[in-house]
């Protein structure tokens, strides 16, 4: 996947994520307002998003440093299967 510091800034990411929507069911647990709610949901969605591209651009940089190693074929094939990837992201994001 990513070099070992991306992979950490990723989980670092991801960990804080996971203490946000923690705090989320709290708060809807609590009976905290609609707005403060929703607020705090835009808010992890904004840091999914952020998350999801540093896990792109680590992945870009794999398939094009593999696709650089290998014969025309396969590299051709390299491509297609990070274009389906990027294209099923972009329809969930």
Partial sequence: MESGRQKKEILMRLKRIEGQLRGVQRMVEQGVSCSDILTQVAA?????????????????????????QETAPKRTETLREFQKAMARYMDWA
């Fill in 44 to 68: 992890a969605t904004a840091a999914m998003k952020k998350a999801g591209m540093a896990i792109v651009e680590g992945y870009m940089e794999e398939c094009l440093e593999k696709s650089r």
